[in-house]
């Protein structure tokens, strides 16, 4: 009996633990908005072993963008309580070099373990930094009534359909009306006469976005997910890194960001 009560304890402290609070989250992200506007990572409440990595490649922090001071048009973050992850997307288009910055911070008992950051800026897919803030901008990505909250699963499924679908022209996605793409700077606006905006085609097989990571916010109905987008680059054949930046309502997906670094300019196309 004492047996059991010692492991319904252990795994009920293993389960808090994983768990963390939302306001710390919102606070660190802030931070992380200050660090970057200021070039200055010690603003974070950083790990002594943390790793920085940049567009899949692990790097010394004082040689990332992180490390410089950046004009900041627009910020954006969601907060995984569930897996302690907070994600931020930021829209650079007056810095003197634009950017977007898509980055996850993950953290252990309240310290930033790593982050990992998509750096995209002139060259990269689709780039035009000015064109994803003036987008971005007109969205409304308010928090969602409690009643009305899809579950984590609802989300990440919608997520994954989308990216399934590339592969799968015959995976269905659950495509709001109106849903809005944003590529790079590309807007494809709202839906109209000829079908849904969003609906991306069915690329050459063999085709998978791989190497999955899920940040899932209930109460903005979002979820980021960090890939590696196969096809596009002919110089990463694994992969390039990509995210895909989600609003869910109802079970629908609403607005996509999607955001790709490319090895070559424009990914040699």
Not at 184 to 212: H, V
Not at 219 to 240: C, Q
Request: glycine share 8%.
């Amino acid at each position: 009996m004492l047996y059991s009560i010692i492991l319904s304890s252990a795994a009920l402290a293993t389960t808090v633990s994983a768990a963390c609070d939302r306001a710390m989250l919102e606070e660190a992200a802030a931070a992380y908005v200050k660090a970057q506007a200021g070039g200055d990572p010690s603003l974070l409440p950083l790990a002594d072993d943390f790793k920085y990595i940049e567009n899949d490649a692990e790097v010394d922090i004082k040689d990332g963008v992180l490390s410089k001071a950046v004009t900041i048009d627009l910020d954006r973050s969601i907060y995984d309580t569930t897996e302690c992850i907070a994600f931020t997307e930021l829209s650079a288009a007056t810095n003197s070099e634009p950017y977007v910055i898509d980055t996850r911070l993950v953290f252990t008992d309240d310290k930033i373990t790593s982050i990992e950051s998509i750096v995209a800026h002139e060259g990269d897919w689709a780039f035009n930094a000015a064109g994803h803030l003036r987008w971005a901008t007109q969205e409304k990505w308010d928090p969602i009534p409690e009643a009305q909250r899809d579950t984590r699963e609802v989300i990440q499924a919608a997520g994954d359909a989308y990216l399934d679908s590339w592969g799968d022209g015959s995976v269905s996605v659950p495509y709001g009306t109106p849903c809005a793409r944003l590529e790079g700077g590309i807007y494809t606006g709202q839906s109209n006469a000829n079908g849904n905006t969003c609906k991306m085609p069915e690329f050459p097989k063999p085709f998978s976005a791989g190497n999955r990571r899920y940040v899932i916010d209930e109460e903005l109905g979002a979820v980021d997910i960090f890939n590696d987008f196969p096809f596009i680059d002919k110089t990463r054949p694994d992969g390039t890194p990509s995210t895909n930046f989600l609003r869910v309502e109802g079970g629908k997906i609403r607005y996509i960001h999607e955001t790709t670094v490319c090895g070559t300019k424009n990914c040699g196309r």
